[in-house]
C-alpha cells in the first residue's frame, strides 16, 4: 500500500505520518513547503510538492501511484477542495479516501456546512471513501496558553455548556486504523473525546495540573468575536463563535463510542492530554 498524507506541516497530519512510518511504511506527504516536510521527517517519507487549491489534473499528478489517501483542507471554500482532489484521485486511481471531517456535519454548527459541501463532492465522485467526523481538538486549548500562565484566566463565550474534546493521538490513531484496515468503505464514524466538560472544569483541571488557580471568566459573544479577530479573519472568527454559543446552549455535548469502536480502546481524557502539555500553561521559573 501506498499513503498519501495531506496537512503535514499542522496538527494532525505529522502525527498520522509518523505512525505510518512506525509500522513500516514509507508515506509520500504532499506540502506547499517541502523544506518544512524534510525537517520533520527527513528521507522517512517520500515528499512531494503540491497545492490542494490547484487545479485538478496537477493534483491528479501529485497523487499519481498512491492506494489510499488522507485529505484535510481547511477554510471556507473546503469543498471546493475537496471536491477538485476526490476527482484528482478517482483519475489517479486512488482506491480509498480518508477525510478529516467534523461531526459539526451534523449539527450544522461551525465548519460543519463546509465540511457537509466537501463530504458530498466526495460522495458523488465515486472514490470509496472513510469521512471521520471529529469533535473538537484537546490542542485548541493552547489557544489559552498565554492568558493562563500571565494572568490566571481563561475566558469564553460557552457559559456552563459542555463539549468532549478528542486527544490529538486518538484522531491520528484512528486515521492510520481505517488508512491500514480493512474495515468496510463508505462509513462516517464520530469520534469524540471520553466526556463532556465544561470551560470551567478545564480550566480548574489545568489549575490543579501546574499548582495555581485558574479563574474562569464568561464573555459575551461581541467580546469572544473581537478576541477571535485579534488572531483569526473574519469567516474563521464567525465560525468559533458560532461554536462557542452552540456550546453555551448545550447543542455539542456529544459523546460517542467512536474511538472505542475502531480502537479496542477508550479514548484519552483531557488529564492525560494537559499532563503532557503541562509546560506550555505553566509559568517558567525566573519569570515574574
Ligand atoms: N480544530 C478542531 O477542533 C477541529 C475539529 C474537527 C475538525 N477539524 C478539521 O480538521 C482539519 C484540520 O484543521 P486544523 O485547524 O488542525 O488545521 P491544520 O492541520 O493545523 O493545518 C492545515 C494543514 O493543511 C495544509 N494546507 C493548507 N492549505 C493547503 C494547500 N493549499 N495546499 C497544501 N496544503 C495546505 C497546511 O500546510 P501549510 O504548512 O502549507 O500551511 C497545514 O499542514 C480542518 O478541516 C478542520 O475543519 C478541526
Redesign the pocket.
Known amino acids: 500500500m501506498k499513503y498519501l498524507i495531506?496537512?503535514?506541516?499542522?496538527?494532525?497530519?505529522p502525527l498520522v505520518t509518523e505512525r505510518l512510518i512506525g509500522a513500516g511504511a514509507t508515506p509520500c506527504v504532499?506540502?506547499?513547503?517541502p523544506e518544512?516536510a524534510r525537517k520533520l521527517f527527513g528521507d522517512r517519507v517520500e515528499v512531494r510538492l503540491?497545492?490542494?487549491?490547484g487545479p485538478r489534473t496537477d493534483l491528479a499528478e501529485v497523487f499519481q501511484g498512491c492506494d489510499a489517501l488522507f485529505l484535510?483542507?481547511?477554510?471556507p471554500d473546503?469543498g471546493e477542495?475537496d471536491r477538485a482532489c476526490a476527482l484528482a484521485a478517482r483519475d489517479a486511481g486512488v482506491q480509498h479516501l480518508v477525510k478529516?471531517?467534523?461531526?459539526?456535519v451534523k449539527t450544522g454548527v461551525g465548519?460543519g456546512p463546509?465540511?457537509a459541501r466537501g463530504e458530498a463532492a466526495i460522495r458523488d465522485s465515486g472514490v470509496p471513501y472513510t469521512f471521520i467526523r471529529?469533535?473538537?481538538?484537546m490542542s485548541?486549548a493552547l489557544s489559552w496558553a498565554d492568558s493562563i500562565r500571565d494572568d490566571g484566566v481563561l475566558s469564553s463565550s460557552t457559559g456552563e455548556g459542555k463539549i468532549a474534546f478528542i486527544h490529538p493521538d486518538d484522531i491520528a490513531e484512528v486515521v492510520v486504523s481505517v488508512l491500514t484496515g480493512r474495515q468496510t468503505r463508505n462509513e462516517s464514524p464520530i469520534i469524540t473525546g471520553p466526556e463532556a466538560l465544561s470551560y470551567r472544569q478545564m480550566a480548574t483541571a489545568i489549575g490543579e495540573a501546574i499548582g495555581k488557580s485558574v479563574r474562569y471568566e464568561t464573555l459575551s459573544d461581541a467580546d469572544a468575536m473581537a478576541g477571535a479577530l485579534m488572531w483569526a479573519d473574519r469567516a474563521y472568527a464567525e465560525v468559533l463563535v458560532d461554536i462557542w454559543r452552540a456550546v453555551r446552549e448545550g447543542r455539542l455535548a456529544t459523546v460517542s463510542d467512536g474511538v472505542q469502536q475502531v480502537l479496542q480502546r477508550p479514548p484519552k481524557s483531557l488529564g492525560d492530554w494537559i499532563d503532557e502539555n503541562v509546560r506550555y500553561f505553566a509559568k517558567k521559573a525566573g519569570r515574574s
Open positions: 495531506t496537512g503535514v506541516t499542522g496538527n494532525i497530519g504532499v506540502t506547499r513547503m518544512k503540491g497545492n490542494l487549491a484535510i483542507n481547511t477554510g473546503l477542495r478529516l471531517s467534523t461531526l459539526d465548519t463546509w465540511h471529529s469533535s473538537a481538538f485548541n
